[in-house]
Nanobody
Framework: QVQLVESGGGLVQPGGSLRLSCAAS????????MAWYRQAPGKQRELVAT???????NYGDSVKGRFTISRDNAKNTVYLQMNSLKPEDTAVYYC???????????????WGQGTQVTVSS
């Protein structure tokens, strides 16, 4: 089993910054990819950013140029640096990890509990 613990959410003014962290633990053999999703009330869950084990990244159009995803492989942790935040960035942010374990070597998806990000004056 894999557990993901998220932190770093909170309230910030427009134009401000936050850094989200997501630490994975458990019977992990290999982490193939990590990602951040977000979901605002009444909206579908949206892909924010992804990063592979090799460091390749992708971003949703709405956050490109403002957000940066990174990871620390030694700590099994993924980060999301969010700059120039806008009110429309307000959402619950979820960490996702595709990881191989002794029970499923070829990888399965695991989700964090979600952390609230609110951008408001």
């Amino acid at each position: 089993q894999v557990q993901l613990v998220e932190s770093g959410g909170g309230l910030v003014q427009p134009g401000g910054s936050l850094r989200l962290s997501c630490a994975a633990s458990g019977s992990i053999i290999t982490i193939y990819a990590m990602a951040w999703y977000r979901q605002a009330p009444g909206k579908q869950r949206e892909l924010v950013a992804t990063i592979t084990s090799g460091g390749s990244t992708n971003y949703g159009d709405s956050v490109k140029g403002r957000f940066t995803i990174s990871r620390d492989n030694a700590k099994n942790t993924v980060y999301l640096q969010m700059n120039s935040l806008k009110p429309e960035d307000t959402a619950v942010y979820y960490c996702n990890v595709n990881a191989g374990t002794v029970h499923f070597m070829w990888g399965d998806d695991y989700w964090g509990q979600g952390t609230q990000v609110t951008v408001s004056s």
